[in-house]
């Protein structure tokens, strides 16, 4: 049990969880290669992040005797998980002012609401991008530079907005893209998301991280509500299997495997977070300039490690071999994967994870305009899926222009969820009502009439070479 390894802290007994085993450190302190201090920093913890890059893989058997290891941590990992991001986060003091929802009237006011309602350390997990974090800035501001062409004197009376994602209609083109840690921003977590998409009949596309369980969120549906899945292939690929036979059973009609992400991004955000920066300094304060070590990586580095030796062949024969529903690749980011994807008959979504993984890498409009000039057929031929950086329906709209089947939205929602089922359904409706309003001053009623003729995308090359300076 973790509360039982969490006794075990100190130099005197120094238990440390490493994939999954607990093992007692304490007489290894002295002889670890990379000192003791860094051992005793994750005694108590979970240290397989930490552990994974620094180590090769022989290192327990040749350096541990057998008996140093104390067994299987008891407990299911999602819980684990969840056990740690919550534990992590310190408890908000008591607010004196709350930002009210009905305060709220744009999407970009759910995140200045989250900024006074959330507990800090939530806040920078959401917020974080990796390194200098300008590909989440630039995956905002990349779709501000593409402007409309609007069409006037044409009938505009009944605007539709629903659509088909992976073969599933929705009423609307958008839809809660797979974000972790829910009870960060809300007690009860993703299971408020599902219901408030049921009451909106929008996709929820949950993702196998979520704080909440997989059992929970699918009996948390409402009658007829179709939900996706979205998975990372863990290194044991028998516990993704099992995982995927059991979204399977209970209801999920699509998956998603997340391809962007087989080591954590740097999200510096999230790291310094609580870190106190300053020490009192006195004559004798000794000299760590020789510490190297760094603090850990926030709620960030708490993940299940990711498995890495995938090809497209390997990758798409496997998940082929658990289901036969449809399958979209996350994290496209240039039209040479997307083609691949074509040629896999599964469907490129073009997502950079919002920022968090390689900065530097492009946004989702770049990956699309990418594929209109060198393959146009995959818009024909897959269901392309977008997303980073919306929080404008307007913006939305324009990823329907050029080609895109539905567009997913990250944060804005985690921000919303602060205010629980009732803050999801404003901010759809907030969605809704922007792209509504957008449709009707470019002059179409339904998302089949928008093409790439309502926009322009030609100013985006001399923004591009700003990018640097954002
Ligand atoms: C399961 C117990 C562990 C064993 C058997 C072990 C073993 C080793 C070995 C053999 C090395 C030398 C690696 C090399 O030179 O290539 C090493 C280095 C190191 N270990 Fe561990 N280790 C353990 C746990 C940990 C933990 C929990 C941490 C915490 C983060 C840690 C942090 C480090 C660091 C920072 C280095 C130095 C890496 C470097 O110099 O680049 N180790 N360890
Ligand atoms: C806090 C947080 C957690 C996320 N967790 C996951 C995840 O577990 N799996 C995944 O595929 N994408 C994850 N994402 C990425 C989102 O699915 C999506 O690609 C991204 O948030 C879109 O950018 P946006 O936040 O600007 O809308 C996460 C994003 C955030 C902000």
Known sequence: MLSEVEKHSSNRSCWVIIQGNVYDLTTFLDVHPGGAAIILKYAGKDATAVYEPLHPSDAITKHLTPESKLGPLVQTPALSAQELVLKKVQPAAPLKKRFKLSAVVSIGDFERAANQNLAPQALAFIQAGADDEAA??????????????????????????????LGTRF???????????????????????????????????????ASCTQEEIASSRGPDQSIFWQIYAKTDLTASEHEIKLAIQRGFKGFALTVDAIRAGNRERDVRHGIEEF???SEGTADNSDDFTTPDGGISAIR?????????????????????????????????????CMKYNV??????????QLDGAPSSLETL??????????????????????????DIVKALALGAKAVGIGRPFLFALSFGEAGISKAIGTFKKEIETTLALLGVETIAQLDPTYVDASSLQYSQALRALL
Not at 347 to 356: D, I, K, Q, T, V
């Open 136 to 165: 989440k800035r630039w995956n905002e501001r990349s779709w501000r530079t593409v402007r409309f062409r609007p069409r006037v004197l044409r009938p505009v009376n009944n605007i539709d907005l629903s659509t088909s994602i």
């Open 171 to 209: 009423s609307l083109p958008f839809f809660i893209s797979p974000a972790g840690g829910g009870k960060l921003a809300h007690p009860q977590g993703e299971v408020l998301m599902t219901r408030a998409a049921a009451r909106r009949n929008v996709l929820h596309w949950v993702c196998n991280m």
């Open 279 to 281: 020490e009192e300094v």
């Open 304 to 340: 299940a490690p990711v498995y890495s030796s995938f090809d497209w062949d390997s990758a798409i024969s496997w998940l082929r071999s658990q289901t036969d529903l449809p399958i979209a690749i996350k994290g496209i980011q240039c039209w040479e994967d997307a083609a691949m």
């Open 347 to 356: 469907h490129p979504w073009l997502s950079n994870h919002g920022g968090r």
């Open 369 to 394: 305009l990418e594929i209109r000039k060198n393959c146009p057929e995959i818009l024909s031929r897959c269901d392309v899926i977008v997303d980073g950086g919306f929080n404008r329906g307007s």
